[in-house]
């Protein structure tokens, strides 16, 4: 028991001393918008660094195809639901489908803690009156955070939606500093972190949603998938074979109280989901048709969510 208790001392002194701050800034610099010229839906600019973590590239996904400003991400396409000059009827609710993507991933034996979320934003004249943000580590489910802007013309709905208050105010972002705080929301995420920006309720097909200077605050992790790999040795679930070097991988669930198995790349992006039948029986995941690679596969239920790391090797 002794000999137990010291071990436990160790690890938990390593990952103490282990833990990363990191602070990494998306300027937006290298966009290029304009009728003639554009850089497209994907943010050239050089991406932050911090040790033990890689950051992607900012993407537009389900907008136009690029940048109305040099220097920011300023999309159109945005859902429709409100109306030029009025303050009270918005019948829009966030689109899934459109939003700005970023994903972080952390190296091997890493987690991610998010403490918070900070950006600027602004609108064209008639642009999105709400936006949102939501992460992959509830599949996008919910709003994240608590959140707050130093700009009076922007209200807060419900603690993490925001709404563009006043039609007529359309100052720049550098004006508008919005932040997210996180709280123990995003802890130890060994999986790819996508965090996605929503916005909705434009007033017109051509209104733009504008983001700039985006800033994540947050913790790496050594050895945050420890505690996931010892709630593995009591997972309700068993995988195999890993890695793969065939076309299935057969995962046996020993609770039928879950949701969804899903198996994510190394993107964060979900590439194959599998609903409970609840009939029990073994699952045979298709991964025939993966790239070879490194992959994550989930478990969820109804109270947490395990994973596993899945090599593919075919």
Known sequence: ????????????VTL????????????????????AVTSGSLDPTPVPTAANLTFGPFTAVGTNSGSTANGVFSFTGWSTGATNGNNTTFTGAIDLNKYYNVTITPSANYGITLNNIAFQASR???????WAVRSSADNFGTNLGTAACNNTNIAIQGGNTFFWSVDTYTAFASQNVCTINLG????NVIAPLSVRFYGWNAEGGTGTFRIDSATFNGIAVFGASIKEYAHSLKAPFKLAPNPANSGFVTLEPLTNDFTTIQIMNVLGQ????ETNDKSGNKLKLNVSELMAGTYFVRFNTPTRTYSEKLVVTH
């Open 1 to 12: 028991m002794i000999k137990n208790l010291l071990l436990f001392a160790g690890v938990f």
């Open 16 to 35: 103490t001393t282990a833990a990363q701050n990191f602070t990494a800034n998306y300027s937006f610099s290298a966009v290029i918008g304009s009728t």
């Open 124 to 130: 064209s004249g008639t642009g999105i009156r709400n």
């Open 184 to 187: 123990n929301s995003i802890s």
């Open 270 to 273: 979900v590439v194959l989901t």
